[in-house]
């Protein structure tokens, strides 16, 4: 495998980056690249090139799943290699013991589609009725609002959405959104 290595890695990267959505990778492609690197000088240029280029390949692969998460698409994480299936495991863990104490979730639960997603809307739902909201448009995409009093998002240029005044106004600041009006609840 180490003299078609970096092809191998090129290759692998090269489809990451070039489609939109996840794609499939062999469940022991890391621990097979790796082995291999292992095979290489410490200080050879193709080994320094290919790790790199796995790192980078790993945090985008990462990023997919998180966005999969994002989306409730949790049954298309079924099929991950262990390294990344351990990370997202301990993200999906997190997030169940920051959401009202529960136990954290098993891997097993990773195929319940959407969970996570469903109790952030119920808790969403939930939110204090006085609370000063604002109608905002957003001027760029933001990503999901996790806050204290309000869970809501993610969104694109051109959503509006009711959210709290004070992100509201935190946001116009920021360049992300555009106020459109200070509502009471």
């Known amino acids: 495998?180490?003299?078609?290595?970096?092809?191998?890695?090129?290759?692998?990267?090269k489809r990451e980056l070039t489609e939109i959505n996840l794609q499939t990778l062999e469940p022991e492609f890391y621990q097979t690249v790796l082995k291999a690197i292992e095979e290489l000088k410490k200080d050879s240029q193709i080994r320094i090139t290919v790790l790199q280029t796995i790192r980078i390949l790993f945090l985008i692969r990462l990023k997919k799943e998180i966005d999969l998460i994002i989306r409730g698409e949790m049954d298309k994480l079924r099929e991950l290699p262990p390294e990344e299936k351990e990370i997202i495991d301990k993200i999906l863990s997190t997030m169940s013991q920051r959401e009202g104490g529960r136990p954290p979730l098993q891997p097993s639960e990773l195929q319940e589609t959407s969970k996570p997603i469903k109790e952030v809307k119920e808790k969403q739902k939930e939110a204090p009725k006085k609370m000063e909201m604002s109608l905002v448009t957003f001027l760029e995409p933001y990503s999901m609002i996790l806050d204290k009093d309000f869970r809501g998002g993610p969104y694109n240029k051109g959503d509006t959405a009711h959210i709290p005044k004070r992100?509201?106004?935190?946001?116009?600041?920021?360049?992300?959104?555009?106020?459109?009006?200070i509502t009471s609840e």
């Open 1 to 13: 495998m180490s003299t078609d290595l970096p092809a191998k890695v090129y290759n692998v990267f």
């Open 167 to 181: 992100l509201a106004i935190e946001l116009e600041k920021k360049g992300v959104v555009e106020i459109i009006e």
